[in-house]
């Protein structure tokens, strides 16, 4: 019936997708009420809407889904395939719709009531008009979520905005029938005195419309998140090869990579991605394994090897045969490890919704305490109504609409100009409280890309003859290494001719330079062929390769004369970078796929302790040794690139992607770096808790100002002229403190 998988303690994992969630204090509710069943542990992700829950074998999904239901919301068990992106889609569509209608009917509402002189003769029943669909229809999502929440006796910002709005436009309703504010030639005229009223000569629709509006663009912005939280797992499945040459009867037979079944054979030339999980049965090549071990080197292969699905062919033609299939192959299992990591995060309650957990019930009491005890002195049923409502609109989050929304898109905005992409306020937390982050190497900390090192002579041949007919050699072949020191070679000069030529399938090529057979290789190829390495060559050659450094001999007329070290390059800012991350109160650690000695050999180049360096982690141990680092209590950013970081990024607390990186690591990420430097990590760390830190000061602000003016509203001294004044300097506030974000500066520029 389900996605039910039996583990060895006899505990069924079930995974429910989750709807009608509309902030994490939803999420909070609906994994308290499955905790509450005998022997359920359940996590709830409001941003993948995905419930995952361990119970006994005995418990069905399907009254796993009867308990969401009870509490309001719905719930379902995915089948195989299922893509939420439509449903998604429809929604964000949706918002956007009553958005852009909403905002195009308040602008005039906001402007007439602010601007005296635009107030022209019955230019308060035009407000009415234009305010009713904004209030009724673009503010539906929020009352239909308060009635849900009323239903089930909780309360969030949904109720607070729903009563808010509501009561202002009801009493500016009973206002303009009963009262006198339908009078033509009524004016709002500004004034600085407090004095008491009946509130029959008073109207609320600039600010019923105006919170709609303010709180439909920040429900918009979340949910282009949301729809954005399940792109690494497409991204993913996007990534293996679409179709494969099979072989049958001797012929080759282009089929697409799902009809492959183990025991198949199939053909992978140069260039193209080896269709599935299998071993080697024919050829020789380099396979590039970077994408899921990190390896910045391509690995050799030849027949009784093991080739990973979705890598690369960089060399010559391979027959393999399929060994794992489908949901089995290694891409498939990193797919299933990126979507376990991010159901895995604890959803982080935003500021605003845990503040209204207490705020709304506490705001509703006074203004039913008000009521009571303006009738109870005898004030008169329109004044107590009035004094009451007072108390609900004063309450209702002007300033709370722009608090987050504002410094979220000035702050995003300007790093986006920096080259860095904040995916949403939940991030923010993440960035205030890591302490540690942990480093990929591979195209993280170095370029990614293979260079020449260091060139060593022996004897009467200097390094420039070295070089040069290693180049020529090598510039015949089609290896990344030899790629590389051919592109070096023909820097220094023009690369003499080469005959007999011969590659040597994972051990180096040969032929015949200047007139002398020439030999370049590994220094296995040198000890097959008997030439013994002279101390001096064989000491720096021990010396290179303790560094992690690819070494490749040369030598001729039957002797080897020399040695050319390759290796990644370390990128020129990620030394400074990761002394600026020392200083942001983070501890680097260096984690790859790569060797030890490698990884070593980066980490002191760039200032990373020995004992910070792991190395050697398959995509599955990235995950594991970000979780142990969880459970040792620290708060994780991880900054990758990979495919094979992708897991990792979605466990970490905080994940950083390089923007020149794969496509589903920026996926899985909550921070981008368009310009693919460490520097940028520095700077997004930076922009991000500048940008919490204003968010604070605007909560702080917004709720400040709405408690200091619930007892003006509950004495029944609130002019509305002052709240409107004060509700707009509220507003102007927030929205001058959050544009102080856009004079953030990056450190490279300072």
């Known amino acids: 019936m389900g996605t039910t998988v039996e583990s060895p303690l006899d505990t069924a994992r079930i995974e429910l997708s989750i709807g009608g969630m509309t902030c994490a204090s939803c999420a909070a509710r609906i994994e308290k009420k499955l905790n509450r069943l005998p022997g359920v542990t359940a996590s709830v992700n409001f941003a993948t809407e995905k419930a995952w829950v361990a119970c006994p074998p005995t418990l069905a999904p399907a009254d796993l ?87 089930h006796r909780g309360a969030t910002m949904d109720t607070l905005v729903s009563l808010g709005t509501l009561a202002a436009f009801g009493w500016s309703v009973i206002a303009l029938l009963v009262g006198t504010a339908g009078e033509p030639g ?23 419309a105006g919170v709609t509006t303010l709180l439909l663009l920040g429900r918009y912005l979340e949910a282009r998140a949301k729809r954005r939280a399940g792109s690494a797992l497409r991204s993913l499945l996007e990534l293996g090869a679409k179709e494969a040459a099979l072989l049958r009867d001797g012929r080759e037979l282009r089929v697409p990579t799902e009809q492959l079944a183990v025991g198949d054979r199939f053909v992978v030339r140069p260039g193209e991605q080896i269709a599935t999980d299998g071993v080697v049965v024919d050829g020789t090549s380099a396979v590039d394994n970077s994408m899921i071990t990190g390896e910045s080197l391509p690995v050799d292969v ?96 002007c300033a709370l609409g722009l608090a987050t929304p504002t410094a979220l898109m000035v702050g995003t905005g300007r790093g986006a100009q920096l080259g860095l992409v904040i995916k949403g306020p939940e991030v923010l937390e993440s960035t205030r409280r890591a302490d540690t982050v942990v480093l990929d190497k591979t195209g993280t900390v170095t370029t990614g890309e293979m260079s020449l090192q260091d060139v060593v002579a022996i004897g009467a041949a200097g390094p420039q003859e070295v070089l040069r007919r290693a180049g020529a050699l090598e510039h015949a072949s089609d290896h990344p290494i030899a790629r590389t020191i051919a592109r070096a070679a023909m820097r220094t000069g023009t690369l003499p001719a080469v005959t007999g030529f011969a590659d040597l ?148 607390d905080l994940g950083i992607a390089m923007g020149t990186g794969a496509d589903v690591a920026i996926q899985a990420s909550d921070l981008t770096l368009v310009r693919g430097d460490l520097l940028g990590a520095v700077d997004a760390i930076r922009l991000s808790r500048r940008t919490l830190r204003t968010i604070k000061q605007n909560l702080f602000w917004a709720f400040g100002y709405n408690v200091a003016a619930i007892p003006l509203a509950a004495a029944g001294m609130l002019n509305p002229m002052i709240a409107g004044a004060a509700m707009a300097f509220s507003s102007v506030f927030v929205l001058a403190n959050s544009l102080r974000l856009r004079r953030f500066r990056s450190v490279t520029a300072a």
């Open 65 to 151: 889904v009867t308990v969401v239901e009870q509490i309001g919301y719905s719930a379902a068990v995915p089948t195989t395939g299922t893509d939420r992106s439509a449903t998604q889609d429809d929604t964000a569509l949706g918002l956007r719709r009553r958005l852009v209608v909403s905002a195009a009917l308040s602008v005039p509402i906001v402007a007439l009531a602010m601007v005296p002189a635009w107030q022209f003769p019955s230019w308060q029943w035009l407000s009415l008009l234009l305010a009713t669909p904004v209030v009724l229809w673009g503010g539906y999502p929020f009352h239909r979520a308060a009635w849900t929440n009323l239903r």
């Open 302 to 397: 030849a027949t009784g090897d093991r080739v990973t699905g979705a890598t690369l062919n960089r060399g010559g033609r391979l027959v393999v045969e399929a060994t794992r299939v489908g949901s089995e192959t290694q891409l498939a299992q990193l797919t299933r490890l990126v979507e376990s990591a991010q159901n895995g995060k604890a959803p982080v309650q935003r500021l605003a919704d845990r503040v209204s957990a207490v705020f709304v019930p506490v705001v509703i009491v006074l203004a039913l305490g008000t009521l009571g005890f303006w009738l109870l002195a005898g004030a008169g049923a329109a004044s107590a109504f009035s004094a009451a409502v007072a108390v609900l609109i004063i309450a209702c989050p």
């Open 505 to 652: 399938p994972g051990l180096g090529v040969e032929g015949v330079v200047d007139g002398r057979p020439t030999l370049v290789g590994r220094p296995r190829l040198f000890a097959d062929r008997g030439l013994t390495l002279p101390t001096e060559l064989r000491s720096a050659v021990e010396e290179a390769e303790a560094r992690g450094a690819t070494i490749v001999l040369v030598g001729w007329d039957g002797a080897a004369h020399g040695a050319l070290a390759v290796a990644d390059t370390v990128k020129g800012d990620s030394t400074e970078a990761v002394r600026l991350l020392r200083g942001l109160g983070l501890r680097p650690i260096l984690l790859t796929g790569d060797n030890s000695a490698a990884a070593r050999t980066v980490a002191r180049q760039v200032g990373i302790d020995d004992v910070d360096v792991i190395a050697g982690v398959l995509p599955a141990d990235k995950v594991d040794v970000v979780g142990r680092l969880q459970a040792q209590g620290r708060v994780v950013a991880m900054i990758g690139d990979g495919v094979n970081d992708a897991a990792a990024l979605a466990r970490a």
């Open 186 to 208: 009524m004016r709002h005229p500004f004034s600085i005195a407090i004095a008491p009223g009946s509130g029959l000569d008073e109207i609320y629709l600039e600010a019923a």
